[in-house]
């Protein structure tokens, strides 16, 4: 079965803190990436990553920078944790499909909360 | 440009009864159009796909879409609910030349399930 695995289900930060959110994924997945998820406004990408140390931005990436050192793990990093990134954060990965249609994996999210 | 708008934030159905989730969208090439459930405290899954092959299209758990050009809808349906639907429902739309990274999601529908 494919995995994608968030470590931090739930984090309580402090503004101004750097925050770490890590995604690892078991399938040997190239693509992968990170969303932000809030009421009303849906998913939106912040970042995502086509192999290891590739990355682009996606539609909101201020405030966040992001890691692939590893294949298998894509991380989220918050370098001054605002109270405006209190949210919830899925990492998803991408199967290769067939005609480029692929299917998004998704973990079970991080809900972060800053104070 | 592509757009995806989803109406009703919230759908009230009492079990057994039809499910109907909108779903309409914008884009200017023939798009690749997807449905995600996210079951409480969980990430999202893939129900269901439309990739320009048949209009109708039957997923997990069954939920069917129709894909309608003229319309440009692709609104979700399932005959009967059943509690365990109760979820929150993300119509998705692609380009067909795009990778996940052009998949912009609706803001969601919130299916509640009364008994």
């Known amino acids: 079965d494919v995995k994608v695995t968030q470590s931090s289900r739930y984090l309580v930060k402090r503004t101004g803190e750097k925050v770490f959110l890590e995604c690892v994924q078991d399938?040997?997945?190239?693509?992968m990436f990170w969303y932000r998820q809030d009421p009303g406004l849906g998913l939106r990408l912040i970042y995502f990553?086509?192999?290891?140390?590739?990355?682009e931005k996606g539609d909101i990436p201020e405030g966040y920078s992001v890691s692939r050192e590893k294949k298998e793990r894509f991380s989220l990093i918050l370098e001054s944790a605002s109270t405006n990134q209190t949210s919830m954060y899925l990492c998803a990965s991408l199967t290769p499909g067939t005609g480029k249609v692929g299917e998004l994996f998704f973990g079970e999210g991080s809900r972060l909360t800053v104070l | 440009a592509q757009s995806v708008t989803q109406l009703g934030s919230h759908v009230s159905v009492s079990e057994g009864a039809l499910v109907l989730l909108r779903c309409n969208y914008s884009?200017?090439?023939?798009?690749?159009l997807f449905w995600y459930v996210q079951y409480p405290n969980q990430g999202l899954q893939l129900l269901l796909k439309?990739?320009?092959?048949?209009?109708l299209v039957k997923g997990i758990n069954g939920f069917e879409a129709e894909f309608k050009k003229s319309e440009t809808s692709f609104h979700l349906t399932k005959p009967s609910a059943h509690m365990s639907d109760a979820a929150e429902y993300f119509c998705a739309v692609s380009s067909p030349s795009g990778s996940a990274r052009q998949l912009t999601f609706g803001s969601g529908t919130q299916l509640t399930v009364l008994p």
């Open positions: 399938m040997d997945h190239e693509n």
């Open positions: 439309y990739t320009s092959a048949a209009t």
């Open positions: 990553s086509y192999d290891v140390k590739m990355k």
């Open positions: 884009s200017s090439v023939p798009p690749y």
